[in-house]
C-alpha cells in the first residue's frame, strides 16, 4: 500500500488502536487520521458522513468499540450490543458511500461457540451458541464481521475483518470493574506486592484456557494486511468467510498467568481463588491461526515476552493508570 494514501485509525487512544497508531507513525505511513470522541462521535450518523465527504479516506482501520471483561460484558448487553454495532454501521456505511478502498474491521474472539475443545477455525462461526456472558458483545461483533463481508462479497471491495484472540497491552484498562483478565491480574498482583499484602483473592477457579495476544503483535498483523490486501494468495484466503483469525494459536490457563505473575512481580503471599466457576466465562478459547501463518505472518513475541514487557510498563505507570 502506498504509504501517503490517508488511513482513518478510528479508536486510536485504546489498546489496539494505540498500538497501531505507533506502528503506522514506525513504518513510515504519512498521513494518518485520527479523531477524539470529542471531534468525532461515531454514534452521530450525520458527523461521521460530513467526515468521510471532507477527507478522501483511503483505508480505514476500525478499532473503535465499547469494550470491557466479564463483569461489564454482562452488566450492560444493550450498550455492548447497540453502540458497537452503531459506531461500526455509521462507519462502514460513510466508507463505502465515499469510496474508501481498505476497510479493516476487528472482530473479537468471544463471538465463537462455546462448545467447541480444539482450537477455534475460521469455519466454526455460528456453527452453534457463544459464550452467554459476552451474548451482547459477540452478536454485535458477529454483525459487524457479517456485514463487512457482504459489502466484499456484493461490491467487490476490499473489506474484510481480522478475529484477534484475548489482546493486552500497555494502554490496557486497568479499572478493576471493567477491565479484562490480564490487565485485571496485573494491578491485582503489584498493588498486593507494594502493600506487602498475605494474600490474594483470584476469581473463579483459574481453569479456564485462553488465546493471549499482544496488542503489539496485533498491529503488526494488520501492517501485514494493508501490505498484502491486493495478494491473490490473501484474497484467497479471506474470501470464504471474510476474515482471518490472528493470535498466538497457544493456550494459557488462568493458573499459568498466576505463576507468571507470581515470578515477575515477586509477590509472597498466598493466592486464594474464590471457586466461582460461574465467573469463568468460556472454558476454553484458542484460535486456529494456521490460515495467516501461511500467508507469512506469525507473532512476533511469546505470552511470557509480552506479560514481561506490560507488566514493567505498568510499574513504571501506575500513578496515572490507577482509576
Same mark, same amino acid.
Given at each position: 500500500m502506498n504509504k501517503t494514501k490517508k488511513i482513518f485509525l478510528a479508536g486510536h487512544n485504546g489498546l489496539v488502536g494505540n498500538a497501531v497508531l505507533k506502528k503506522l507513525k514506525k513504518y513510515g505511513y504519512k498521513k494518518i487520521i485520527t479523531k477524539d470522541r470529542k471531534k468525532l462521535d461515531l454514534l452521530d450518523q450525520k458527523k461521521v458522513e460530513l467526515f468521510f465527504k471532507k477527507n478522501k479516506i483511503h483505508t480505514v482501520v476500525f478499532c473503535a468499540g465499547f469494550v470491557g471483561g466479564i463483569g461489564a460484558t454482562s452488566s450492560k448487553p444493550v450498550e455492548f450490543s447497540t453502540l458497537n454495532l452503531r459506531m461500526f454501521l455509521n462507519t462502514i456505511e460513510s466508507s463505502f458511500k465515499n469510496n474508501v478502498e481498505v476497510f479493516i474491521n476487528l472482530g473479537s474472539a468471544c463471538i465463537y461457540p462455546t462448545s467447541i475443545k480444539r482450537n477455534l477455525k475460521e469455519e466454526d462461526l455460528l456453527t452453534d451458541k457463544p459464550e452467554p456472558t459476552n451474548e451482547a458483545y459477540s452478536l454485535a461483533k458477529i454483525s459487524s464481521l457479517k456485514i463487512c463481508n457482504f459489502y466484499k462479497q456484493q461490491y467487490k471491495k476490499n473489506y474484510?475483518?481480522?478475529?484477534?484472540?484475548?489482546?493486552? %497491552?500497555e494502554n490496557d484498562n486497568y479499572n478493576l470493574k471493567t477491565s479484562h483478565v490480564v490487565p485485571a491480574l496485573i494491578r491485582k498482583f503489584f498493588e498486593a506486592k507494594i502493600l506487602n499484602k498475605k494474600?490474594?483473592?483470584?476469581?473463579?477457579? %483459574?481453569k479456564p484456557i485462553r488465546d493471549l495476544f499482544y496488542s503489539n503483535d496485533l498491529a503488526d498483523s494488520i501492517l501485514f494486511c494493508l501490505k498484502n490486501y491486493k495478494n491473490k494468495n490473501f484474497n484467497r484466503c479471506i474470501n470464504k468467510n471474510g476474515f482471518l483469525n490472528v493470535g498466538t494459536g497457544k493456550g494459557v490457563q488462568i493458573k499459568e498467568i498466576i505463576n507468571s505473575l507470581i515470578n515477575i512481580s515477586g509477590f509472597k503471599g498466598e493466592i486464594i481463588y474464590d471457586g466461582r466457576s460461574s465467573i469463568n466465562g468460556m472454558k476454553r478459547r484458542v484460535l486456529n491461526i494456521t490460515k495467516i501463518k501461511k500467508l507469512g505472518w506469525k507473532p512476533k513475541h511469546t505470552f511470557i515476552q509480552a506479560l514481561e514487557k506490560v507488566y514493567k510498563n505498568y510499574s513504571k505507570n501506575h500513578k496515572q493508570l490507577r482509576k
Open positions: 474484510f475483518s481480522l478475529m484477534p484472540a484475548n489482546i493486552f %497491552g494474600n490474594l483473592i483470584i476469581w473463579g477457579d %483459574g
